[in-house]
């Protein structure tokens, strides 16, 4: 696994990188990073098309974790949709972090995606700290040969 952070506009990495972010169980993607990747990829829509009943029932609150994800596939591009709440105003824990990490890397594999570019997940307006976050990632993606840009303005 390699991982980088470079100072660069999330949404001018080159297409053979999939792009990451959280978002709620509830699909508000009302602020930040999510209502830019509704405003560029249409996600709220086309997340209640894949998914037309709401995630929130299967929100499974012990495990602190969405029972499934979300990852759109496209010819020109990919993204990942991290479900790390239930509600737009909650804070996701760390531990909802990892299991949305996990459920990523299983999808890479899957799907034989080696690299991604995100933000610093779960950082901005969820108000985790960078280091915690930064720490997740290298441990689940350790034994991985993805490359993960991680993009700041």
Same mark, same amino acid.
């Given at each position: 696994m390699i991982i980088k952070e470079v100072k660069k506009d999330l949404f001018t990495v080159s297409d053979d990188y999939a792009l990451v972010h959280c978002i709620s169980a509830d699909f508000k993607l009302g602020a930040g990073i999510a209502k830019k990747f509704d405003e560029l990829f249409d996600v709220r829509q086309k997340l209640f098309n894949v998914f037309p009943e709401s995630w929130i029932p299967r929100w499974d609150k012990t495990?602190? &974790?969405? &029972?499934?994800g979300s990852i759109i596939l496209f010819s020109d591009y990919t993204f990942f949709n991290l479900v790390t709440k239930r509600n737009y105003w909650d804070k996701p824990t760390l531990t909802a972090i990892e299991n949305a990490l996990v459920w990523m890397k299983e999808q890479c594999e899957d799907h034989y995606i080696t690299k991604l570019a995100m933000p610093r997940i779960g950082c901005g307006l969820d108000k985790q700290n960078w280091s915690d976050v930064k720490q997740l990632i290298e441990k689940v993606f350790a034994d991985t040969d993805i490359e993960i840009v991680v993009c700041s303005l």
């Open positions: 495990q602190e &974790r969405f &029972r499934g």
